[in-house]
């Protein structure tokens, strides 16, 4: 989704735009723009495609602008062109923005009867001659302010006026916004890493709160002017660990991070002697959950399938029922959630626009909301109830990988924590569950010694027009996730099924061209899902097993057999998601696609 930098200081600000652009460009876009100082004008440049088109356009004027503000866009309204990248211009306003001006259409009416003229097919045009006309009767915070009150819709916006040469004015709804702070500078972003090189010390802008950047500091108010006294947070990663420190792409180093990630996000939070999972880590206290009778999840894409087997966890081992909803479907479903409903919402970035909707609409129903998120200070952690953060450091590359792993940690956790108050357990099997926990990154690190192996399996089918990946229990939200996977980095149609419900229909496309990867650890599901493997076989499907059978028995009957290392069945969940991650990586990789950037695709989808 759309990025937004703005930079004041004594620094070459469109350097420092430049290369924070480059650091959002992971959120997904296709044209980019900035805006900054030359004699006294405001100079907006403009570009379809990636950041370095941008920047050869803008190098050879070698601009020394203090102040500068940068946006990468992903089109909602009008296609990527030059003419609908921003930033906009209105008279002396200069604008850009992420979000949906939902009202734009009678907005564009009002404004073309008061003459303004319309250069671009974009929503936010709007919002620059709204911005722009109020600036003749109000000063410049007044005037964005009036403006933002005519708006429905969501926004992020940077703004810059050409009689102003030292003030940024920033404001969000429900798009993401973060300050940072520094010494005779000030930055503002639609995420940290843009601008993590320079500043660790951020302020997180709430909903409808304006921030005015001046290279002396910055001041926050509300949309009613009035001062808000707002906390600073000081943000432990380092710089390197948004870089891809030698790696080729961010994906594979995510991938390679997992037993790094896992580690963080368990250490400190339970005791596997005595069997505590501490629940503060969770924010969370004992008669939270000793009342609870149901448990709803929520979350999109890849966390969604963490939710799935979130609900295998929960209802085998805590015994409480679970429900897991995409969310963009939860709010619209009339949901029969009350007060005595926990909602675990999962999302790595904690601004996907419909989890943070299906979020609310929980919230307003009066249940209690958890969120399993990755990223500080996020809108989802700051309204939920309880956070519970994974630890993996930001993720870069937009197929999510170690946030996965590490949500399904999250969610082990907490199911143990319920295990224990709900005493659906014998003490000593919650205790052997923790301990194996601690197993846990040195098992993913074997997982990972398979990757020679699994990128030979791609050299032999990269060219596959299709792939099906097959699992039972709670290896088939694994499975889905093998086929997200796949088609958010080749391109190649994939599907997840559950192996038993094969024959009522993706049994039709096994022929000797297709590949069917199987997840087929030796669980209780382990003679069933030999019985599918051998109708795949029998039809002449090429078979892909991943497996932890030493027996061998699966790999004697499969085309490639992939070894696992053995944990309990919950766990294995988070050893067969790294191969899985490992085959679309490198059969991205020899389709020749842009693994860390698929096209179309956002890291952080915040319109609905
Ligand atoms: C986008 C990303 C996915 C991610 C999903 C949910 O589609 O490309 O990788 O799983 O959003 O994101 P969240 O940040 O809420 O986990």
């Known amino acids: 989704m759309c990025g937004i930098i703005g930079y004041i200081g004594s620094r070459n600000a469109v350097s420092v735009v430049l290369e924070g652009l480059k650091r959002l460009e992971y959120r997904g876009y296709d044209s980019a723009g900035v805006a900054f100082f030359a004699d006294s004008r405001i100079e907006v440049r403009r570009s379809k495609g990636k950041i370095h088109e941008l920047a050869s356009l803008i190098e050879p004027e070698n601009p020394k602008s203090t102040i500068t503000i940068g946006h990468t866009r992903w089109a909602t309204h009008g296609r990527p062109s030059n003419e609908n990248a921003h930033p906009h211009r209105s008279d002396g306003i200069v604008l850009v923005h992420n979000g949906i001006i939902e009202n734009y259409l009678s907005l564009k009416q009002q404004l073309t009867g008061d003459g303004y003229h319309f250069t671009s097919e974009t929503d936010t045009e709007v919002l620059c001659h709204l911005i722009a006309k109020h600036a003749k009767s109000f000063p410049f915070e007044d005037a964005v302010r009036k403006a933002l009150t005519e708006v429905k819709g969501t926004y992020a916006i940077a703004v810059m006026k050409e009689d102003d040469p030292d003030r940024i004015i920033a404001v969000r709804k429900d798009s993401p916004l973060v300050v940072g702070l520094g010494e005779g500078e000030s930055f503002v ?50 710089p390197s660990m948004a ?28 005791n596997a002697e005595n069997g505590e999972v501490y629940l503060t880590e969770f924010g969370l206290r004992r008669e939270d959950l000793e009342t609870v009778k149901k448990i709803y999840i929520v979350a999109c894409g890849t966390s969604y399938h963490a939710g799935l087997i979130g609900k295998y966890m929960i209802e085998n081992l805590a015994r409480v029922p679970v429900e897991v909803d995409i969310a963009s479907e939860f709010r619209y479903r009339n949901p029969l959630v009350g007060p005595q409903d926990l909602m675990i919402v999962i999302t790595q970035s904690g601004e996907t626009a419909d989890t943070l909707a299906a979020q609310r609409e929980a919230k307003r129903l009066g249940a209690k909301v958890l969120t399993i998120c990755n990223v500080l200070g996020s809108t989802s952690s700051r309204e939920a ?50 301990k194996e926990l601690l197993l846990l990154p040195g098992k993913v690190e074997s997982a990972l010694s398979t990757d020679r192996q699994v990128s030979m399996i791609a050299k032999e089918f990269f060219k596959a027009r299709g792939f099906l990946y097959l699992g039972r229990g709670m290896n088939y939200p694994v499975a889905l996730e093998g086929a997200l996977k796949l088609k958010e980095i080749s391109y190649i149609h994939a599907e997840g099924y559950p192996a038993g419900e094969m024959k009522h229909g993706p049994i039709a496309l096994i022929d ?31 078979i892909i097993v991943i497996t932890n059978d030493t027996d061998n028995d699966v790999c004697r009957i499969s085309d490639q057999c ?7 069945p919950y766990l294995m969940t988070i050893l067969l998601a790294v191969p899985v991650q490992l085959l679309a990586y490198h059969i991205g990789l020899l389709r020749g696609c842009d693994v860390d950037q698929p096209r179309n695709l956002a890291k952080s989808v915040t319109v609905e």
């Open 189 to 238: 972003a639609s995420d940290i890493p843009a601008f993590l090189n320079y500043s660790r010390t951020v302020i997180f802008l709430d909903n409808e709160e304006m921030a005015v950047l001046r290279r002396d500091g910055v001041t926050v108010t509300g949309l009613d002017g009035r001062v808000r006294e707002k906390e600073t947070t000081a943000i432990s990663w380092s």
């Open 562 to 568: 992939i070894m696992m290392p053995e944990t309990n």
């Open 385 to 434: 109830d309880a956070v519970f953060y994974t630890h993996s450091g930001p993720e870069i590359g937009v197929a999510s990988t170690k946030a996965f792993t590490t949500q399904l940690v999250g969610l082990y956790l907490f199911t143990l924590a319920l295990s224990g108050i709900k005493r659906s357990l014998p003490a000593d099997t919650g205790k052997k569950l923790l």
């Open 243 to 270: 870089e891809k420190g030698g790696y080729r792409h961010f994906m594979l180093k995510e991938i390679y991070e997992q037993p790094r990630a896992i580690a963080d996000t368990l250490r400190g939070r339970f």
């Open 512 to 542: 000797e061209e297709l590949p069917v990867v199987v997840l087929a650890p030796k669980d209780a599901l382990y003679e069933k899902i030999l019985s599918n493997i051998e109708e795949v076989k029998s039809r002449g499907g090429k």
